[in-house]
């Protein structure tokens, strides 16, 4: 199937589906739908002739007859008997979702006075004038196809608020299942609201519950006001005929604080589209990813850090592991504006390959057009370190034990950035198994499905 196919059956699917479309979603998600439709039809879906997605063929995931799911479909059986996270020292408020839609059976969150965490769908109209003020706002249709497919498409997801002053102790875990008996494409759409001075942790996990093929396209805009701090952790760890699309947006205002950490442990093509804009002085951001891929497996992870206000601190770090046929990509832009004096913006990406036959693709970039900055910028690809493979072994250590010793070593230096203390031990043991070779997975649901 062409691209043009590809882009025609969707245009054909918005015209046909746009009463269930509209059904039961805001006429300001519809205004921004129509919207975002128009520019889809001049964007499409992106393919390598679009500079950044150069190292990620996207047409093949595309190329398939998806059931894509127009309004919410009744879940048989209670998710939250079905699934269980198997991290038990791991106290989170638990939001299920369901092929990208709000669990209508989620259970009741212990989250203070005021935090507000329900459907995408609910918060639109309940609570209008926060979500209006943000809908939207931070992911451009006009300049990304998967983010005007998205938001031509979304009809639910999860919105999560926190009010000025307030401090969310409890991290917040939003587990989103894909479970059909059929192939399905999911587009799911986040908004996550930070005020003032608050502070807060968001875990996203993503999992597969049976054995059909599944395309998720998901996008999540982020606002995070003045002096606030803020955690997000991703965990991709889906099998092999799953295709994960995740753009996620963050905006700071002066003086915030973020961290973010995407840890890709298994999936058949993941695509990562990580965006942030300093939008006001004395912002500091950490941002982090690990990547362990083997077989055929392809992960892409694409960065954007706009420096756009003053006095603002970045730093970037990516890391991989591959193996077998594995293929990897990291294109890293850092852009520091004309006004955006003082900035100090660093990006470091490393790659361990583990066989002849893996490929990593590393593009890190810097714009500066500020002249009172520090910046740097780097990127290294090797193998194993034969010194230090040999200092183990003489110290009696069997090669097979000390590479994996060296593996676990260079991931670590990611997974230590975690500031969940069990998240953080559960990942370690994770990526142990997984580099050892063993089958892994982070929950113990019921359907065990295969890698």
């Known amino acids: ?87 038990p020292e791991l106290d989170t408020n638990l939001v299920l979702l369901s092929n990208g839609w709000y669990y209508n059976q989620n259970r009741k969150l212990e989250i203070p006075k005021g935090v507000i965490v329900c459907s995408l769908q609910e918060a639109a109209e309940k609570h209008s ?34 009010p000025k002053n307030v401090v969310v102790e409890k991290p917040i875990q939003v587990i989103n299942l894909l479970r059909s008996d059929r192939d399905l494409m999911a587009t799911q759409r986040n908004l996550i609201v930070i005020e003032e001075n608050a502070q807060a942790k968001l875990i996203f996990c993503d999992h597969t519950l049976t054995h059909n093929k599944y395309l998720s396209n998901t996008v999540s805009e982020i606002n995070v006001a003045k002096n606030a701090v803020f955690d997000l952790y991703t965990l991709q760890n889906q099998h092999l005929n799953a295709t994960v699309l995740n753009s996620v947006f963050i905006r ?51 960065t954007f850090a706009d420096h756009a206000k003053p006095n603002c601190v970045s730093n970037e770090h990516f890391k991989g592991v591959m193996d077998d046929e594995a293929t990897a990509a990291f294109t890293g832009k850092i852009h520091v504006r004309r006004d955006a004096q003082k900035t100090e913006a660093y990006q470091s990406n490393n790659n361990l390959l583990l066989s002849d036959t893996a490929v990593i693709n590393s593009k890190p970039q810097l714009i500066i057009d500020a002249d009172d900055v520090k910046c740097s910028h780097g990127a290294t690809v090797g193998q194993m370190d034969d010194d230090a493979l040999f200092y183990l072994r003489a110290r ?54 295969n890698r």
């Open 129 to 162: 004038e926060i979500f209006e003020k943000h809908y939207g706002k931070y992911a451009k249709p006009n300049e990304e196809g998967l983010v005007a497919l998205n938001t031509a498409l979304a009809k639910d997801g999860v919105f999560i608020y926190v």
């Open 252 to 302: 700071q205002e002066a003086n915030s604080n973020v961290l973010s950490n995407t840890l890709s442990l298994y999936g058949g093509m993941i695509r990562n589209n990580h965006y942030t804009l300093f939008d006001g002085e004395y912002c500091e951001n950490h941002t982090y990813g690990m990547y362990l891929m083997d077989r055929q497996q392809h992960v892409d992870n694409f």
């Open 1 to 87: 199937m062409s691209i043009d196919t590809i882009n025609n059956d969707f245009a054909d699917l918005f015209e046909q589906g746009k009463a269930l479309l509209d059904d039961k979603s805001s006429k300001f998600m519809n205004t921004k739908r129509e919207e975002a439709f128009e520019q889809f039809k001049k964007l499409g879906v992106p393919t390598l002739a679009n500079e950044n997605y150069k190292y990620t063929n996207l047409v093949p995931a595309f190329d398939h007859p998806y059931t894509v799911d127009l309004q919410y479909r009744t879940v048989m059986g209670d998710l939250n008997e079905l699934f269980y996270c198997d991290v």
């Open 396 to 449: 009696g250590i069997h090669e097979e034990e000390a590479r994996m010793m060296l593996m676990f070593a260079f991931a670590h230096e990611i997974i230590e950035k975690i500031r969940v203390e069990a998240l953080k031990d559960r990942i370690d043991e994770l990526v142990e198994k997984r580099l050892r070779g063993e089958i892994s997975k982070c929950n113990t649901c019921a359907i065990a499905c």
